[in-house]
């Protein structure tokens, strides 16, 4: 196990629905990061936080939305969504990470099918 | 455009040495290049991770010329658990911003 955990495993969805990915770290690390992988496409990172203040959003459709009330927990809420959005979605943990330094901590991912 | 690019699949041999090359022409100043292999079902795991010229741990060397556009992992002796996905990852310039960017990945497959 690798000290970050995330529920759902799995979590399918209709397009109209509201749902929330939830990620949680035990490192004591103080960034948490959001990926999607797709089947086509290579990891791509969505959001980045660190000390809880989001530093990084890569032109990420508002129709996912992060939330991280501490260095411990991270949400991805999802509402709306499309089923090109169908992926597996993993977190990430590190130590404030700068300039790719630290070690990223991954979990084992949500899969999410939208309908 | 900026592009990490990787070769999408080698096969390999038990107890040959394998070596993996990331392109990365656009990489940021300062920033390290990092390793990570992933198995089905499961998040990438850490494998090494460097800044320039050579580093290497008890799993495998990274190699990394001076021009820093791009680098290589090598796995010596591989073993049938070694199949997996295997990714760089790397801050790239795309435009003025600095991403932080994953490689395509490697699909390594380790014969018998």
């Known amino acids: 196990e690798t000290g970050v955990t995330q529920t759902p495993r799995h979590l399918v969805m209709g397009m109209t629905n509201k749902k929330s990915l939830k990620c949680e770290q035990h490192?004591?690390?103080?960034?948490m990061y959001w990926y999607k992988q797709s089947a086509k496409k290579p990891l791509e990172l969505m959001f980045v936080y660190n000390f809880k203040e989001q530093t990084e959003n890569n032109s990420v459709p508002s129709r996912f939305s992060p939330e991280c009330p501490n260095s411990s927990h991270l949400f991805l809420h999802l509402h709306t969504l499309q089923p090109e959005d169908s992926a597996l979605y993993l977190c990430?943990?590190?130590?404030?990470?700068?300039?790719?330094?630290?070690?990223?901590?991954f979990g084992p991912g949500t899969r999410l099918t939208v309908t | 455009l900026a592009k990490t690019t990787q070769p999408i699949s080698m096969d390999s041999y038990e107890g040959q040495e394998v070596n993996i090359t990331c392109s990365h022409n656009?990489?940021?100043?300062?920033?390290?290049i990092t390793w990570y292999q992933q198995f089905p079902s499961q998040g990438p795991r850490f494998i090494i991770q460097g800044y320039k010229t050579k580093v290497t741990n008890e799993v495998a060397s990274l190699f990394i010329p001076a021009d820093r556009k791009s680098s290589t992992l090598s796995l010596p002796r591989v073993s049938l658990s070694d199949t997996a996905v295997y990714y760089c990852?790397?801050?790239?310039?795309?435009?003025?911003?600095?991403?932080?960017?994953f490689g395509s990945g490697t699909q390594l497959t380790v014969l018998p």
């Open positions: 490192l004591g690390h103080n960034a």
């Open positions: 990852l790397v801050g790239v310039y795309s435009g003025s911003a600095r991403q932080l960017t």
């Open positions: 990430a943990s590190s130590l404030q990470g700068d300039r790719g330094r630290n070690e990223q901590y």
């Open positions: 656009n990489i940021a100043t300062n920033d390290y």
